[in-house]
């Protein structure tokens, strides 16, 4: 199995920014890609981002475009989402994912392992 955690969420003013980060640990696996979704209450995870190190690209919800940056290193086995502009319908847990196996990443279910969430909170 692997682990994996993110950190970095807290409460932030709408218009802020914040930096969440992701590690995944545990045995030797390999990666094809990591994202991050998010899930506000009552509704589904909703996908946020992802970067494809088999693809060697990014891709980003329109929703979040233009305001957040993934960012990540295959072998440090880390990733990042640096979210900027932030309105308060960003308020969510927010997910880090890392699949081990050729998907598509826009999609939850192409991802293998997961973390606990952080929360963020963007206060009005």
């Known amino acids: 199995q692997v682990q994996v955690v993110e950190s970095g969420g807290g409460l932030v003013q709408a218009g802020g920014s914040l930096r969440l980060s992701c590690a995944a640990s545990g045995r030797t696996f390999r990666k094809y890609a990591m994202g991050w979704f998010r899930q506000a209450p009552g509704k589904e995870r909703e996908f946020v981002a992802t970067v494809s190190w088999s693809g060697g690209g990014t891709y980003y919800a329109d929703s979040v475009k233009g305001r957040f940056t993934i960012s990540g290193d295959n072998a440090k086995n880390t990733v990042y989402l640096q979210m900027n502009s932030l309105k308060p319908e960003d308020t969510a847990v927010y997910y880090c994912?890392?699949?081990?196996?050729?998907?598509?990443?826009?999609?939850?279910?192409?991802?293998?392992?997961w973390g606990q969430g952080t929360q963020v909170t963007v206060a009005s």
């Open positions: 994912a890392v699949a081990g196996h050729g998907g598509y990443y826009v999609d939850y279910n192409s991802y293998d392992y």
